[in-house]
Every structure is written in C-alpha cells, then in structure tokens.
C-alpha cells in the first residue's frame, strides 16, 4: 500500500487549490490505481476494448480533471483522505465500465464487432456487458437500502479491491465486511434474478 501521510497531505493540497499538488499525485497512485483497473478488467468478456491504462487515465482526469466531478457530488479535490480518494476511483471506474457496456450493447457504436489495438493488449474482460449493467442497476436499488452494502460492492466488483483493502476504505472490520459482502451478492443475485 502507499504511503498514507504522503498522499493525505497531497489531497489536503489538492483541496486547497494548489496546482502542483495534482502532478505529484499521479505518480503515488498510478500502480495502485493500476493494479486494480487489471484486477476489474481480468474479469470482464474478452474481446472488451477497454485497456487498464486507459481506465487508469480516465478514472485520475475524472478525480482530478479540474472541472465539478459526478463522481463525488462536490469540487475536484476535496477528499477526506486516503481511504476517500480510493473510493472515488472505485465509483469512477464503475461508472466508466458501465458506459463502456452500454457503448458495447449500442448498434449505433459497431454493435458486436471487437476492436483489437495491437500496440497496447491488455487483460482482456471476462464480464458480459450484460451484466454489468444488470449489477449496476441492481447497485442502484441496493444503495436505497443499505448504503455501507452498495460501496462494498462498488469496491469489490467494479474496482477489485480485496476484502481486506475494501474494509480499510471503509473503515470497518474485515470480518463485518464478509458479512456485508455476503449480505450484499445474495440480495444482488435475488434483485438480478426478478428482473
């Protein structure tokens, strides 16, 4: 794990308007983003365009783009912390993984021709576009109910953390995590199966 005073007192800065404190940020979180962009991406469909660099990419200019982010409801920036920041990202990739099943599903996009870049193969993705979308909108109604199960799941299906990495971001006990994380899939599996 990265350091965690060096990249809290990094997104104090962010917070605080400092155009430097961005840059220096990149280079403490990028394998780390990157390992769990390969983690997510190793378990969609293969044939799937998308390629953990350009998750990683696309996640920090989401983050810390400048402009209001989507992703946290507030300015660029203003994170609590360490444990704060990597949730944000799981959210970010979750919503980027969605648009890019929904862009998979779309004829007006190609429909169900593959693109293959040759210079940069990647982790190819194991889950159909399907459902992806079935757990997001599914996540949507989970969030309704129970808010801590709906960002267990964020974190464990869309952004690959390990339940041990998952409980620290949310600050709660891994075992209480396996209790959520169970709680969470057999209320998911019942609310995909209705629809």
């Known amino acids: 794990m990265i350091a965690m005073s060096k990249v809290t007192q990094i997104l104090a800065a962010i917070g605080r308007g400092e155009p430097a404190a961005t840059e220096q940020l990149f280079p403490l979180v990028y394998d780390e983003l990157r390992k769990l962009a390969a983690a997510q ?44 920041f990597f949730a944000a990202a799981a959210e970010a990739m ?54 801590r199960a709906a960002e267990l799941v964020k974190l464990r299906y869309f952004a690959g953390f390990t339940m041990k990495e998952a409980a620290e971001i949310l600050g709660i006990a891994p075992r209480t995590a396996d209790d959520v994380w169970a709680y969470a899939r057999a209320w998911l599996a019942a609310e995909i199966q209705t629809s």
């Open 41 to 84: 991406l190793a378990r969609e469909k293969p044939g799937q365009t998308l390629q953990a660099t350009a998750l990683v990419h696309e996640t920090y200019l989401r983050l810390v783009g400048g402009q209001e982010s989507e992703v946290r409801g507030q300015e660029s920036g203003m994170w609590e912390g360490r444990s704060h």
């Open 94 to 147: 979750r919503r980027i993984l969605v648009e890019a099943a929904r862009r998979r599903q779309s004829l007006k996009r190609g429909g169900n021709f593959v693109r293959q870049d040759i210079d940069e193969l990647d982790v190819p993705l194991q889950q159909p576009p399907e459902e992806v979308l079935a757990v997001h909108e599914a996540l949507g109604k989970l969030a309704a109910i129970d808010g």
